[in-house]
């Protein structure tokens, strides 16, 4: 919709709107079936939020003078920042704080959200016929991104499932598995903020293929050992597992994809890694009563597989190189 009528800003601000209200209405929720599909109700309406903000971002860059990896450094901090103060609030006036705070965030969004262009300022074409769109997600390119950057970030859902558990069981306390969390999210930090310089050395492909290396690297690690410095190593990883990964990602979008088929672009990646990692932690349940190491040990042969995927991607790339945000 946001592709076919050039409203991405609009639709966005819709969707917060309407994120809001549901969520303040947990408030009104007198059972547990009832949270929960209110619950379902806001997740299905805040879905799209970060793949049109994104889209939003990706087509403006060049207009504004912006680099992504460095806008979305702040959005990790901005998880460190609410995290620690959701924490606090709950040790403070209990759970229900939870509800406020979410509903108080959005509402800033809104307001923030007013102030983005309606959408490019490059002045190429107007809005996308669902004929163009859908020849630019059956792209070959694209397939290869969703086989690839899809697959390894949906690696990630299984270790925000299941990692604080294998964490706990190893003895760890939970004060423990938060300074882990406090590493990886550093190391995504520091990636990103290095984003421009990554993507003026380097193809999307390429970026991408290194992030599935370190996945390779990072999963089997933490399948086979929970000691400190493999923990470390690993945490270490994120920088280019999630941070290198989503630069490469947003790097191709910005030079594949035509601007005014970005948010279906972002908005199918984003559905597709879900999708993905949803696959993935319901298989991973059942393998981690067996054994918690294996489950990590799929997530590495797993990013074995989007790694193959990847190298096709960069031989596209050589072969076929594409500039000028057209999708092949």
Not at 83 to 99: F, H, N, R
Not at 132 to 159: D, K, N, P, W
Not at 252 to 271: D, E, K, N, V
Request: aromatic share 10%; with cysteine; net charge positive.
């Amino acid at each position: 919709m946001a592709d076919r009528t050039g409203g991405s800003k609009f639709i966005l601000i819709g969707l917060i709107i309407l994120a809001s209200v549901a969520s303040a209405t947990l408030f009104a929720a007198p059972t547990p079936l009832a949270v929960a599909l209110v619950y379902l109700v806001c997740r299905f309406i805040s879905a799209p939020l970060i793949p049109l903000s994104e889209s939003i971002l990706i087509a403006n860059l060049a207009a504004y003078r912006l680099e992504f990896g460095r806008v979305r450094a702040w959005g990790s901090v901005s998880v460190v920042v609410t995290t620690l103060l959701c924490g606090y609030l709950v040790d403070w006036s209990g759970p229900a704080v939870i509800v406020i705070l979410l509903t108080l965030v959005l509402a800033i969004q809104a307001g923030f959200a007013l102030a983005l262009p309606r959408r490019v300022r490059d002045g190429e074409g107007g809005p996308s016929s669902a004929a163009a769109i859908t020849i630019a997600l059956r792209s070959r390119s694209f397939l290869l991104l969703v086989g690839s950057a899809a697959i390894s970030q949906a690696c990630h859902g299984v270790f925000y499932a299941y990692s604080t558990f294998r964490w706990l069981d190893a003895g760890y306390t939970t004060f423990d598995i938060g300074l882990f969390w406090a590493i990886g999210v550093a190391a995504e930090i520091i990636a990103f903020a290095c984003g421009g310089w990554i993507t003026a050395r380097l193809s999307p492909g390429t970026i991408i293929a290194i992030g599935c290396i370190a996945g390779v690297l990072r999963w089997g690690t933490f399948a086979y050992s929970t000691e400190l410095l493999a923990t470390l190593f690993m945490q270490l990883l994120q920088g280019a597992t999630l941070g290198m990964t989503q630069i490469g990602v947003a790097a191709y979008l910005r030079r594949h994809i035509r601007p005014h088929t970005l948010s279906s672009a972002t908005g199918s990646y984003a559905a597709s890694s879900a999708l993905i990692a949803s696959l993935f932690i319901f298989a991973a349940g059942h393998a981690y009563a067996v054994s918690s190491g294996s489950v990590f040990l799929c997530a590495s042969a797993f990013c074995v597989l989007a790694l193959a995927v990847a190298g096709t991607l960069v031989r596209l790339e050589r072969n076929a190189p594409i500039s000028g945000g057209k999708a092949s």
